[in-house]
């Protein structure tokens, strides 16, 4: 029998996701820009929850993500994934991807009360992985599983993307994740994708492209690693490349 409280969390969860008021509350942090001042978006498929942040739900002791509310350049270079992300965009503004430390530190991406780029996810809820899905999510969302979740998070939260990318209009959304090609689609409204790959190591990288939607959109392999992934300072150059030669940061 589901108790009245996971009744009332479950219903406020629902309200903060589909709430364009409350957008905010649900990314990561930095600056969402404006017309008149545009930032890049870096969309990733749904916050990061490390084995150490379960470990420490386990034992009574807060994350430090949620101790750090400001989302600070200290915190996010503890995680591969930002780290990554420091690299591209260290190269796409025409750094080396070596120097990412000195670009977090200089230009404070995602923190807030910074310019210039703002971070937010497809899917609000963090996991450690893709396919979790346990007790405390389902209290929380009232959905049964992940694939009643998603398909939920797509039909009410997908529009609020969509409104927040014509309101705000990013010089470039940065999206992160190939599972999830048509879904960034969908949020940015981008009829076509152009496909690029190129080899490092003998691994083949791929990698989207638009400029027909509602903003500038790139597709890249998720960012944490992987064979097909930007796992390396030599990938990461290659796809700053391909972003910038494809007109897609002017």
């Given at each position: ?88 965009l260290s190269a796409i503004d025409g750094g080396a991807p070596e120097d990412y430390v000195e670009f977090a530190r ?40 992940k694939a009643a979740y998603q398909a939920w998070v797509r039909q009410v939260r997908f529009p609020v993307l969509s ?88």
């Open positions: 029998m589901t108790s009245e409280q996971e009744v009332l969390n479950s219903a406020d969860f629902r309200e903060l996701v589909s709430s364009a008021h409350r957008f905010l509350e649900t990314c990561d942090g930095g600056d969402i820009g404006s017309v008149a001042s545009p930032s890049t978006w870096l969309m990733g498929l749904e916050p990061g929850w490390s084995l150490r942040d379960q470990l420490r739900k386990e034992e009574g002791v807060v994350a430090p993500r949620d101790l750090d509310d400001s989302y600070s350049v200290d915190l996010q270079l503890g995680w591969p994934f930002n780290r990554t992300a420091f690299k591209l200089r230009t404070r991406p995602f923190e807030r009360g910074s310019k210039g780029y703002f971070k937010a996810n497809l899917f609000p809820v963090p996991f450690k992985n893709l396919e979790a899905w346990d007790e405390d999510a389902q209290r929380s969302t009232g959905f049964d599983s409104s927040q990318l014509e309101l705000h209009r990013p010089k470039l959304l940065i999206a992160t994740g190939m599972a999830h090609l048509q879904d960034f689609q969908a949020v940015a409204k981008a009829p076509t994708m152009l496909e690029h790959s190129f080899l490092v190591n003998g691994r083949k990288k791929r990698m989207f492209v638009s400029a027909g939607g509602v903003v500038p959109l790139v597709v890249l392999p998720h960012l944490s690693g992987g064979p097909g992934g930007l796992n390396s300072n030599a990938a990461v150059s290659q796809a700053a490349r391909v972003i910038v030669e494809s007109g897609m940061t002017r």
